[in-house]
């Protein structure tokens, strides 16, 4: 193993209280995994908050463990906490591409000798320094927000969008921010640490200690708390908005309307599981044991600041209820409806009974949500339950926990579900272009992929809410088809003339996708704003996958619309004919025509 001691400069200071760095061999990492371990040796206590963390569900934290350590002198003897991974490229997904941001601050010294040179301590802090807008260049961000993986890629693009996002002014500041941050991650793992009383971590004290994870599915930044060594330290009473009254622009964040219920919700649900006397009390007494040392002033400490915290985030129950159109039937000309009603901050999520769906409502303020549902042709009954933090009915709410309107549909339209829109074909390794594809300028064999899209519904289907997000990137609202016709086929391609000049029959081609699609496989989602998923593919190009449509010129087929999980492989097959089938329904269960089709089933 490689050995190094570590630490800041205040643990520096004395030999006593620095830490340990191990990097273990590349073939005998640490539990089979880590291949650097850390023991810190000053405030051991952070264990307790870790612990309660990793039993929070939804804040990125590590493993710890106490470790006795033997050291090279006496003084280096004792407990150690040891930490296993942190939030490198071994942690995070896709972490050679998806950045990850370590916010460090800046430091000043305070003392010089009589030759005016700089001491290294005592230092201090630019305490203002804050998130904010410095511009477009990349260079401005770059000593106080480093990057820690992905560095090859130097892509500093979504934490200025983020800065920028949190200079916005009050009255557009939500919308800003929800474009580039998850406020859900951000609320809860703020939460916590609030409840926690932890200090010298930004936004609470001295801006640092904080880390950004850029996340690769929707570019969103998570946030990553990053040494949490001054646990309980603030006062058991202390605010749960700007403690210190440092008006960082993150406090700005967890006042905005809807984003404040959010942070009390998280806060109250915490304080319900994990952050209470009794939790508190079986773990630390646990860790005690283990440790050798006393955690009662801790025990107490969560007790008092649960019973304040509690206080302080909730303002009571609100009735769940639809207000539109004071709750009474009503009738539009669209294949959904925006519902509005209000619920108190314990309501996290909408589930709609029929479908079973569930949804984040858009919050207009802390007690008024919106929520679009998709519509069928003609009467929907519609019930709305309120789902707490914990995934199940609010009982704070009950029996007021639920609400039901009908809302007739007068469009013979339906909205996309997964019951009536199904991917139906994939050609994501095309042929080799034949002589006269090259001579019209078609060289790349990739020009000629598509994904085919069916309505398997009675009627016709909007496509205007979806979208692909995975693999491939399409907005449905864009295209010039609005409808799809009941056992209409559509293609997405990659080359909208490569595939016409392939394929004389003049497949209904929709519109151009962004990207392409991998020949080793990978997941591909189709998505509706108004009912989440409607189909999710991981395909490959290996068994139990068909291998044939990797490369010989085959495409990937749905043997039947009615296979409940696309994601298996004994649902597909590669096409009865060479460059597949775009825009015929006959794959389906060897079905020679739509009405055929229909017969069968």
Not at 227 to 247: A, C, Q, V, Y
Not at 281 to 288: D, G, I, N, P, V
Not at 354 to 371: A, L, N, Q, S
Request: glycine fraction near 8%; hydrophobic fraction near 35%.
């Amino acid at each position: 193993c490689g050995v190094r001691l570590r630490g800041s400069m205040f643990s520096r200071n004395g030999g006593g209280e620095s830490g340990i760095n191990i990097k273990m061999p590349a073939d005998q990492r640490f539990r089979g995994i880590q291949p650097t371990i850390i023991l810190r040796r000053r405030n051991p206590q952070e264990i307790l908050v870790k612990h309660m963390a990793n039993q929070a569900v939804g804040v990125p934290t590590s493993y710890n463990d106490f470790v006795e350590v033997r050291g090279y002198r006496s003084g280096q003897n004792g407990l150690l906490r040891m930490e296993m991974a942190r939030f490198g490229e071994n942690y995070v997904e896709n972490g050679d591409s998806s950045p990850v941001f370590k916010m460090e601050g800046i430091r000043e010294f305070q003392t010089s000798n009589g030759s005016g040179v700089k001491q290294p301590m005592p230092i201090g802090w630019i305490r203002t320094y804050d998130f904010g807008d410095l511009g477009d260049d990349k260079e401005q961000y770059r000593h106080v927000i480093r990057m820690i993986s992905a560095r090859k890629q130097d892509d500093y693009s979504r934490v200025i969008a983020m800065c920028k996002a949190f200079s916005a002014p009050d009255d557009q500041l939500r919308e800003a921010v929800e474009a580039v941050i998850d406020t859900d991650e951000w609320s809860r793992s703020l939460a916590i640490q609030m409840l926690c009383g932890i200090a010298d971590v930004y936004p609470i004290e001295n801006p640092h200690n904080f880390n950004l994870y850029v996340r690769p599915t929707d570019q969103k930044i998570v946030a990553i708390p990053w040494d949490w060594d001054f646990t309980f330290n603030l006062g058991p009473t202390s605010r749960i908005i700007d403690p210190n009254n440092s008006r960082k622009n993150l406090w700005r964040v967890l006042q905005a309307p809807g984003i404040n219920r959010l942070y009390r919700g998280h806060l109250l649900d915490l304080i319900d599981t994990i952050f209470n006397e009794p939790y508190a009390r079986k773990w630390f007494e646990h860790y005690s044991s283990v440790a050798g040392v006393s955690y009662n002033s801790q025990i107490n400490y969560v007790a008092s600041r649960a019973s304040s915290v509690r206080g302080q985030a909730s303002e009571g129950p609100s009735v769940f209820a639809i207000q539109t159109n004071d709750g009474d039937a009503l009738s539009v000309e669209a294949p959904q409806v925006t519902l509005r009603g209000t619920a108190g901050v314990r309501v996290r999520t909408l589930r709609h009974e029929e479908t079973g769906r569930e949804y984040r409502p858009d919050w207009i303020d802390d007690v008024v949500w919106e929520v679009t549902l998709p519509l069928t042709a003609g009467e929907n009954a519609i019930t709305i339950q309120a789902l707490d933090f914990k995934g199940s009915k609010g009982s704070l709410f009950a029996p007021a926990g639920k609400d039901s309107i009908t809302v007739t549909n007068t469009n013979s339209v339906d909205a996309p579900s997964p019951d009536n829109l199904v991917i139906s074909e994939i050609m994501y390794h095309p042929a080799t272009p034949i002589e006269a594809e090259v001579t019209a300028g078609f060289e790349d064999q990739d020009s000629f992929e598509f994904i085919e899209i069916t309505n398997v519904g009675p009627r016709p289907i909007d496509l205007r809410s979806l979208s692909f997000t995975n693999g491939i990137t399409l907005d449905f609202a864009t295209l010039d088809t609005k409808e799809l016709l009941p056992g209409e086929v559509g293609l997405i391609v990659s080359d909208a003339k490569a595939i016409e000049l392939r394929y004389p029959s003049k497949p209904l081609i929709l519109g151009v996708y962004e990207g392409n699609l991998a020949n080793s496989g990978e997941r591909l989602t189709l998505e509706s704003s108004l009912g989440g998923m409607i189909q999710s593919v991981a395909y490959g190009d290996s068994s139990p996958w068909p291998e044939a449509p990797d490369g010989s010129g085959v495409s990937l087929t749905l043997k039947s619309p009615t296979a409940e999980d696309l994601g298996n492989p004994v649902a597909w097959t590669a096409s009865r004919q060479p460059l597949g089938t775009p825009g015929v329904i006959e794959t389906f269960v060897n079905a020679s025509s739509f009405a055929d089709w229909v017969s069968a089933m």
